[in-house]
């Protein structure tokens, strides 16, 4: 497989990853536009999603594989791993499931929290949300997938126990926190233990 460099891989999560800092710290100032805006965020990663898939697609298949190094995370001696992108075709698919119906999910939240006085706190929730999802199934080495797998834990705990004055809310936050956490221990134990810890650095044959 051979693979080629796109440059506009880093704008599918950048979108929602850049409104979700907006809405935490101006979300209250934004009131219902706060939505809007995370709506609107997520919908342009969809358009850019189709738009790299559609690019993907019109390769053969032996050639469907793009990266994109954004820039050196870890830099030890000969031990380099890199934030870096891949798309390919099951990524692909999924980027569109998480954008397309994350997109529907926002749209129908305008609504659903219409009045909530953290309305806007909960937009940069969810903006998250769909950040970390994509740079768990984005991410070209396992440090970055990683990084996308423990965000989307906490993302999940933020959101399930989003109204915690409810004891039921904060309870079954807590429960997701723990299993998250077993959850956690297991990837970290597996990914640590390939190759003696050398595999962070490489999915499926690339290496950083």
């Known amino acids: 497989m051979v693979s080629q460099p796109h440059g506009a891989l880093w704008l599918i999560p950048a979108l929602p990853l850049a409104t979700a800092a907006?809405?935490?710290?101006?979300?209250?100032?934004?009131?219902?536009?706060a939505g809007w805006l995370a709506s609107a965020s997520v919908i342009a990663s969809f358009a850019v999603s189709l738009a790299v898939v559609s690019q993907l697609v019109a390769k053969p298949a032996e050639d469907r594989l793009f990266l994109q190094h954004l820039f050196d995370w870890i830099s030890v001696g000969r031990f380099v791993v890199g934030t870096d992108l891949r798309l390919d075709s099951v990524s692909a698919t999924m980027i569109l499931?998480?954008?397309?119906?994350?997109a529907l999910?926002?749209?129908?939240?305008?609504?659903?929290?219409?009045?909530?006085?953290?309305y806007g706190r909960f937009f940069s929730y969810m903006n998250l949300f769909v950040f970390f999802m994509l740079m768990l199934v984005l991410g070209?080495?396992?440090?970055?997938?990683?990084?996308?797998?423990?965000?989307?834990?906490?993302?999940?705990?933020?959101?399930?126990?989003?109204?915690?004055?409810?004891?039921?809310?904060?309870?079954?936050a807590k429960k997701a926190f723990i299993t998250t956490r077993i959850g956690d221990t297991s990837s970290t134990c597996s990914?640590?233990?390939?190759?003696?810890?050398?595999?962070?650095?490489?999915?499926?044959?690339?290496?950083?």
């Open 191 to 208: 990914i640590g233990s390939r190759s003696g810890g050398s595999s962070w650095g490489r999915i499926s044959g690339w290496t950083a």
């Open 140 to 172: 070209a080495n396992y440090l970055v997938l990683y990084l996308g797998w423990e965000g989307v834990g906490l993302c999940s705990y933020l959101l399930i126990g989003f109204w915690s004055d409810v004891p039921a809310n904060a309870e079954a």
């Open 105 to 118: 999910i926002h749209v129908y939240a305008i609504g659903y929290m219409a009045g909530d006085p953290r």
């Open 97 to 102: 499931v998480i954008t397309g119906i994350g």
């Open 22 to 33: 907006i809405n935490l710290f101006w979300g209250r100032r934004l009131g219902r536009w």
